[in-house]
Every structure is written in structure tokens, then in C-alpha cells.
């Protein structure tokens, strides 16, 4: 069980979430097996849950520096599986290869870990509007309120 009992509660709803979801994920920059590993960093939570007018899930991403560094071996894992650097047969000039590496090793051409910083910003977005359909997803199926009232009450 997680550390919020009203997420436990809606197990169903969040597995129709994440199926309806799916298509976003392919839109994004991130495969499944990294929104695996960001969703398992993110935890969501019910901001003002006593205000029915300014309630609203919210996604809450302060783990995620914790997995942002393994996003990339994530992707790099999958390009050596798919048949090397740029997926199936194919090769990318930016895809991390060796003369990426010497370049990096002399501090020329790196990022200074912008592309870090990009890509837990892009999670942040992604997961709130993670957070945004499950709220919506909620309150079409008549859920919201009591979902709502529960976390008031806890307090």
C-alpha cells in the first residue's frame, strides 16, 4: 500500500487512466519502460482538499531527480537491444556514441546537464497532466467528491 490510502482506492480508475493515457506517452519524448520509471518517482496528492472549488490532484515530482540520471541508460538499454545506437540498424550523430563520449571527456560539446533539466521539466508537465485526467477521469465517474472528502477528513 502506498502512503496515500485514498490512491489504493482507486486502483480500477488509475489502470483505465494509464490505458487512456498510452497514446500521450507515445506522443512524448519518453518510451513506456521511462514512463514506468517516472511514474514509480511520482507520487500524486489532493491539494486543498477542504475547498471543493480549488481541489485539484496534483503531481508531486520531488523524487524525481533520483531517476532522471536513469532515463538515459533506460533508452541506451533499448537501442542496444533494437540493434545499436539509433534504434533497429540505424545510427544518429546525437545519439551518445563515441565521438559523443570524447567530446564529453575533453568538456566540448556537453550540456552541462540541460538536457537532465529538459527532460524532468517535460516529466513535471507530463505527469500533471497525468494528474489532470485522472481528476477528470474521477469526476466523470461520480468519484471525485468522495475521493476528495476522504483526504479532508484525514486531517
Known amino acids: 500500500m502506498s502512503d496515500n490510502p485514498w490512491t489504493d482506492r482507486i486502483v480500477g480508475e488509475r489502470m483505465t487512466v494509464d490505458q487512456e493515457f498510452s497514446a500521450r506517452i507515445e506522443e512524448s519524448q519518453f518510451s513506456n519502460q521511462q514512463w514506468s520509471l517516472i511514474m514509480t518517482a511520482t507520487e500524486f496528492e489532493i491539494e486543498h482538499p477542504d475547498e471543493p472549488d480549488r481541489a485539484r490532484i496534483v503531481a508531486d515530482t520531488d523524487k524525481l531527480d533520483g531517476v532522471i540520471p536513469e532515463l538515459e541508460n533506460v533508452q ?76 479532508a477528513d484525514g486531517r
Open 76 to 151: 541506451a538499454g533499448m537501442g542496444a537491444m533494437a540493434g545499436g545506437p539509433g534504434g533497429p540498424g540505424g545510427s544518429d550523430s546525437s545519439d551518445g556514441g563515441i565521438v559523443d563520449s570524447i567530446m564529453g571527456a575533453l568538456g566540448m560539446g556537453g550540456d552541462d546537464g540541460s538536457a537532465e533539466a529538459e527532460q524532468r521539466k517535460a516529466a513535471e508537465r507530463l505527469t500533471q497532466e497525468y494528474a489532470d485526467e485522472l481528476q477528470s477521469h474521477l469526476e466523470s465517474k461520480g468519484r471525485w467528491e468522495s475521493v476528495r472528502e476522504s483526504v
